[in-house]
């Protein structure tokens, strides 16, 4: 069974990557039980909780990321530069378990996989 | 001269952006553009530094979950405020 790497590296709502990333998820999920998630640079932001985004009419797709522990999907990884670059520290609030990594740990994880698809 | 950053400043040529800004222009960010006023960030200081006027669009704030996480450096503003903006600047100049 293949191991897949799902990277998030932009920031919600700007773009529509992070929600085509999460069907992107959900859809291989039916197929592989093997996948990981991965937070960088921008990406760090999809973990946020973020309340409000109807203000600029758009779906607040990111409360659906909690639901991935139903399909048995639990490995997430941050990266722990990209936090602090951006402002973040270990007490902020993310709507996931997420493990938080350094840049040398989070290249070994992602050595684990067999694909790496980016969002 | 109006500046609007649009994109997320670690997609951009920030460097560029910070030696063209002159004290006094308007810097507005809005979209993903917001992330530049988060405190502690990485671009932050240099932004401040520039001593221009530093503009929010207050529905992308609100949109991306920061709220509590944005410098007082930066102004929050709603659409309305962003043309008046735009009346008042002779150019603008978007990144």
């Known amino acids: 069974m293949k191991k897949i790497a799902f990277i998030f590296s932009h920031a919600p709502h700007g773009t529509t990557l992070g929600k085509e990333g999460l069907d992107a998820v959900l859809g291989t999920s039916s197929i592989l039980k093997k996948i990981s998630l991965f937070f960088i640079g921008d990406g760090v932001f999809q973990l946020l909780k973020s309340y409000k985004s109807e203000r600029i009419l758009a779906r607040d797709y990111t409360s659906l990321f909690s639901i991935l522990s139903l399909y048995e999907i639990k490995d997430f990884y941050c990266c722990k530069l990209s936090l602090f670059e951006r402002g973040l520290n270990f007490d902020t609030e993310f709507i996931l378990q997420v493990n938080i990594l350094n840049s040398y740990f989070l290249r070994l994880k992602l050595d684990d996989h067999d694909a790496i698809i980016n969002f | ?95």
């Open chain 2, 1 to 95: 001269m109006l500046h609007t950053l649009i994109q997320s400043p670690y997609k951009t040529n920030m460097p560029l952006l910070i030696s063209i800004l002159k004290k006094k222009d308007d810097f507005l960010a809005l979209q993903d553009g917001v992330l530049i006023a988060l405190t502690n960030s990485f671009f932050l200081d240099s932004i401040v530094l520039s001593s221009a006027n530093l503009y929010l669009i207050k529905e992308d704030v609100h949109a991306r979950g920061i709220i509590n996480n944005i410098s007082s450096d930066f102004i929050l503003i709603n659409y309305i405020h962003f043309v008046s903006l735009t009346l008042t600047n002779k150019t603008q100049m978007t990144w």
